[in-house]
């Protein structure tokens, strides 16, 4: 099995995925930490002040403003009102949620690109591990081996597993080294409020607990990595079922963006939590930011996505048995 | 039924994809060191029937046994039995043709460096083994391929159209280095192919298939000097269509260009035919033994008819 996960991992090294994957990174990193530094600069030149507590003080009277207006759709409002105590909370304790250091940073953006910017590099990775051996042909010298055809897959998909790692491995380790020459490289130990959960639009605060960033850190990045793996779950199914790289990479991109979309769009629809892909932001549970759509929890999120992700495997692999080779 | 040495017997296959059946009842065997041609136009079921005799392909029906292994039961064993280049020689332009031959070594068991070394050697590729497959000529693939499919020391190489859009010194290389394997180091050869030319030249027997059903097997020296025709030039063509259709010995007449006439006939009556048609007056201006196409001898089997639906 080793020699079969070296060839697949080979031609993921040789076709030049990781690298382009990597430049995309070294490319993007740059831009949001700028991006996030000038956040941080624009509210204190409007606060005139670099207190954050001021600075929390004047986001919570902002978010209650809007909370006033009438055209306000009763989910918005649910949503404002959790993150106003959750502030209120950081307030109370002492907590200042935006301290800045590249340990931050790595958090925020990891939070923040779980949702569609690492999905969508996922996808780039996995779209056409199996569809580009059609494209090329290339199938029927693996498949005419003294090698069962289970195994030529299962090969594929642990490097891909492995590819996905590398990739997770490969954000953390740039966004801390790129976003520390602006914001510093300390912060590890700062603590990180978690144990936010949501019971009937109220925020429970009873488990609420403080853990070093570090840790925090940790956390996110299995849950990150959870997501990613499933994601390429998927995408290796689709990458079997289609043929054409264009076409495989075309229908993930869709679904990813299009859950993302729909979370937003109809948080009332309550089937949207068998989706697979409204489950994305698994760090959103760690954060404690209130989820749009209701009766969702983080082990109902896993258990969707590992539904999804097995259901995936054996379609995929009983395919992939089975197929004739025909073109 | 099946001798005990026979290589590769293949029996009752048929392959049905939706309701239309691709090959229909398939039988023949390949004896060891045989080059065994596998005969028929565009479309007649080679590729699928090839792409069966690898794996690729699930048969509706019947069986394949390599060297004694069932394809489909005992896939590994009778696998390795073979090496094969499906249509194209399927290699990652990415990797070197080193790194190609190292990935498929890879796949199997007990191949050794040495090994890599010695086929890529004996396909003569030693100086660019090094360099990208993508810099490569379409003859170098051809050769990386075959080079591929020895790596596991095969019984029978499978090659699915190998001269495809080779030149015609290319084409004359391989023929001797497919010769070359099957006298020296034993291997048997199957290869597919349209034109009959280059079964003729190259291969020992053939099994000739059309519209999915095998039409006839056997030695190539029988398939050919079984139709000899020989075109006639006469300036008058009708007078000697109808001298000829006199004649026991000519089987069949077809008239090509406006005095040029082709019938089947042996070989060894040109010259008594000749002096017949001097004494009728007739004047003779060509006589040339015909190259037969894979086209005439499917005429010849229905009879002239030229009607693809023809019972063959």
Redesign the interface.
């Known amino acids: 099995m080793i020699?079969?996960i070296?060839?697949e991992w080979?031609?993921m090294v040789?076709?030049?995925r990781i690298w382009v994957i990597t430049l995309i990174l070294l490319v993007l990193i740059p831009i949001f930490t700028y991006a996030q530094f000038r956040t941080i600069q624009q509210t204190v030149a409007e606060m005139g002040t670099s207190d954050w507590r001021a600075l929390l003080q004047q986001q919570i009277i902002d978010q209650q403003n809007r909370l006033s207006s009438s055209r306000l759709p009763e989910e918005w409002r649910d949503w404002i009102k959790l993150s106003i105590q959750q502030q209120q909370y950081y307030l109370d304790h002492d907590i200042n949620p935006t301290a800045p250091g590249a340990p931050t940073f790595v958090r925020k953006f990891i939070e923040e690109s779980v949702s569609l910017f690492l999905p969508l590099l996922v996808v780039v990775l996995a779209a056409d591990i199996v569809s580009s051996e059609h494209t090329?042909?290339?199938?029927?010298?693996?498949?005419?081996?003294?090698?069962?055809r289970w195994k030529v897959l299962l090969s594929k998909y642990l490097a891909l597993l492995l590819s996905i790692s590398v990739l997770m491995m490969i954000t953390a380790i740039l966004s801390y080294l790129i976003s520390g020459v602006i914001f510093g490289y300390q912060g590890w130990n700062m603590p990180v409020l978690t144990g936010f959960q949501e019971q009937n639009g109220q925020l429970i605060t009873s488990f609420v607990h403080l853990v070093p960033q570090w840790k925090y850190i940790l956390m996110a990045y299995g849950l990150a990595w959870f997501t990613c793996v499933a994601v390429g779950t998927l995408s290796f199914m689709v990458s079997v079922l289609v043929r054409g790289t264009a076409a495989s990479m075309g229908v993930m991109l869709a679904a990813v963006i299009s859950g993302s979309l729909l979370a937003q769009l109809a948080p009332t629809w309550s089937m949207l939590k068998y989706f697979a892909f409204t489950h994305l932001r698994l760090t959103d549970y760690l954060s404690g930011k209130p989820i749009l759509i209701e009766g969702m929890s983080l082990s109902f999120s896993i258990l969707v996505l590992s539904v999804w992700s097995i259901l995936a495997i054996l379609i995929a692999f009983i395919t992939f048995q089975?197929r004739?080779?025909?073109a | 039924m099946t001798n005990p040495t026979t290589l590769l017997s293949v029996s009752n296959l048929t392959k049905k994809?939706g309701k239309r059946e691709i090959v229909h009842n398939l039988n023949f065997n390949v004896q060891p060191g045989e080059v065994y041609g596998f005969l028929g136009p565009n479309g007649a079921g080679k590729t699928t029937t090839i792409?069966m005799l690898?794996?690729?392909?699930?048969p509706t029906a019947g069986t394949i046994q390599i060297n004694g292994y069932d394809l489909q039961r005992q896939?590994?064993?009778a696998?390795?039995q073979?090496g094969?280049i499906?249509?194209?020689p399927?290699?990652?332009?990415?990797?070197t043709g080193m790194?190609n031959m190292r990935?498929?070594a890879?796949?199997?068991?007990n191949v050794s460096q040495t090994k890599i070394d010695e086929v890529i050697r004996l396909v003569e590729l030693d100086q660019r083994v090094h360099d990208l497959v993508k810099t490569y000529s379409l003859g170098m693939k051809q050769r990386l391929g075959i080079a591929?499919a020895l790596l596991?020391d095969p019984k029978l190489l499978i090659l699915d159209e190998p001269t495809n859009g080779l030149d015609p010194a290319g084409i004359r290389e391989l023929r001797t280095f497919i010769r070359m394997l099957a006298t020296e180091k034993g291997i048997s050869v199957f290869v597919s192919s349209h034109i009959l030319n280059e079964v003729q030249l190259l291969c020992d027997r053939v099994a000739i298939i059309h519209h999915g059903r095998i039409v006839k097997t056997g030695p190539v020296s029988d398939l050919i000097d079984q139709h000899p025709q020989v075109e006639w030039t006469v300036d008058e063509w009708e007078q000697a269509q109808t001298y000829f259709k006199s004649l026991p010995y000519i089987t069949t007449i077809q008239k090509r260009a406006h005095n040029i006439l082709r019938v089947q006939m042996p070989l060894e009556k040109i010259a008594e035919t000749n002096a017949k048609l001097l004494q009728e007056q007739l004047h003779v201006v060509g006589i040339r033994p015909y190259q037969q196409t894979l086209e005439d001898i499917f005429l010849a089997m229905t009879g002239g008819q030229t009607d693809d639906s023809a019972n063959l």
Request: aromatic share 8%.
């Open positions: 020699p079969l070296y060839n080979l031609k040789r076709k030049k090329a042909g290339t199938i029927k010298s693996l498949l005419t081996r003294p090698v069962q089975r004739d080779v025909l | 994809i792409r690898v794996g690729l392909i699930r896939f590994i064993p696998i390795r073979i094969c499906v249509e194209n399927e290699l990652y332009p990415y990797l790194e990935l498929f890879r796949m199997m068991k591929q596991g």
